[in-house]
């Protein structure tokens, strides 16, 4: 590695890959509650278990993107990171507050509202480590070189920031409490994050293909444009029917259709990247992530979100199984793809060692990838008989699940093929495949020692 506070990513990667584990552990006993509604009942019942299989999903990617920032910010700046042991201080207040959350959540302890159920001490804990990793990152940018790449990335861990701020108020009016809910929700994910994906993703595209920094700089600069342009005013889509205005009727339909764009836009900027710059990067399993990530994303965030933003159609869809179709491939594509990419890419600077297991973790895509996609339109097509039964012909909640149980047995059989991709990406990318380890990791992987 050419700098040493690099290795601080090694923390943040370990503990996401941990919580990546039980994320899809929970998931995937969710996945079975579906199929006998009866199981873990009264020990775990499934609002606990969804709980900490939603939670778990934020804080590793999380992890991961302060990870990212860690192994990427000495390179764009040129120096190291302003302090390093700050740094660790951040990993240790955030993995303790998430583990106290998750310990909460057994006993039944928490605050109920979706996404954001943590404790109130826990979503403080969780702005002072943010606060800790905001002033480590930027002291060290403005200190060094400032990059597109830094720029934009920078901008969106703020706005990461600042949109939670929005967790800590809790109205009692219904209505007023989810607007500014979903100011955390969906301009998380749908805008802000959207910044930190298009950075970390030009990053890689920028050590994979070897293509002119400006050229790479003119993309995001295109793309960020797009997401903050479509995702600020998208947010429209879920104020359809929870008592604001009709005028976000109109509104959230014309902008939420327009957030297909930045996903496409990454699609056509990832291979046109690799088409320029040639595919001769050692690092095979890193660029099938990083164009995986642009693709998957474009069809679980841009294709599925479409499909049922538009007021007219989401009157029916809107709470089905098609809403979950989109959230998995959404999430999987954008965030989790994009985090087991620069994983991928970085793991061999962080071990000192070749890349290794390549087959492995190429097999692990295919089948997380493989596994998801069935997942997605499994419960695309039990989300329109669902909206066909329930919505349009009137019949009871509990009727219509009990006609779904084919669906939800394959979408169990899914999320097992999915977890067993995770494990196998585990151990593709921390054990190596001889004893020996080099000592340095060679040039030839793209960083100069």
Not at 156 to 179: E, H, Q, R, T
Not at 387 to 411: A, I, K, N
């Amino acid at each position: 590695m050419k700098y040493k506070t690099q290795k601080i990513a090694l923390v943040y990667f370990i503990g996401a890959l941990a919580l990546f584990t039980s994320q899809v552990l929970f998931g995937t006993v969710a996945g079975y509650i579906y199929v006998d509604p009866n199981f873990l009942s009264e020990t775990l019942p499934f609002n606990i278990v969804r709980m900490i299989h939603t939670n778990s999903l934020v804080v590793w990617l999380l992890l991961g993107f302060f990870g990212a920032t860690y192994f990427l910010i000495p390179e764009e700046s040129e120096r190291e990171i302003y302090s390093p042991t700050l740094a660790y201080v951040q990993f240790a207040i955030f993995v303790a507050a998430a583990a106290a959350a998750v310990v909460g959540y057994m006993f039944r302890v928490h605050e109920g509202r979706e996404f954001l159920e943590q404790p109130l001490w826990v979503k403080l804990a969780i702005v002072v480590a943010a606060l800790i990793f905001l002033f480590n990152v930027t002291m060290t940018v403005l200190q060094g070189r400032k990059t597109a790449i830094t720029n934009v990335l920078l901008l969106g861990l703020w706005g990461i920031a600042i949109f939670f701020l929005f967790a800590l108020y809790n109205p009692s009016n219904l209505s007023v409490d989810k607007m500014y809910w979903w100011y955390v929700v969906h301009i998380w994910v749908e805008g802000v994050w959207e910044l930190v994906m298009a950075s970390i993703l030009a990053f890689l595209m920028l050590k994979l293909t070897g293509v002119d920094r400006e050229v790479i700089e003119k993309w995001l600069y295109v793309i960020v444009g797009l997401a903050l342009m479509s995702g600020l005013l998208g947010t429209g889509h879920h104020y359809y029917w929870i008592g604001t205005p009709s005028y976000w009727q109109p509104l959230g339909s014309i902008f939420s259709t327009l957030e297909v764009l930045p996903f496409f836009a990454m699609v056509l900027f990832a291979f046109s990247m690799v088409w320029k710059g040639g595919r001769n990067h050692p690092n095979k399993a890193a660029l099938l992530w990083s164009l995986g990530t642009a693709v998957l994303a474009f069809f679980g965030a841009g294709v599925w979100g479409f499909m049922h933003t538009l007021s007219n159609i989401n009157y029916y869809t809107h709470g089905t199984q098609i809403t979950a179709a989109h959230g998995h491939l959404a999430f999987f594509g954008a965030y989790v793809s994009l985090n087991l990419a620069i994983i991928t890419y970085a793991m061999p600077y962080l071990l000192r060692r070749d890349p290794y297991n390549q087959v492995l973790n190429m097999a692990s895509f295919w089948l997380m990838s493989g596994g998801m996609a069935f997942m997605t339109f499994t419960l695309t097509f039990a989300g329109v008989v669902q909206t066909h039964l329930q919505r349009v012909r009137g019949e009871s909640y509990m009727d219509v699940q009990d006609q779904l149980g084919l669906f939800y047995l394959m979408r169990f059989g899914a999320g097992v093929v999915v977890v067993i991709g995770a494990l196998l990406f585990i151990y593709a990318v921390l054990v190596p495949r001889q004893r020996e380890v080099i000592e340095a990791a060679p040039t030839a992987t793209g960083i100069a020692e």
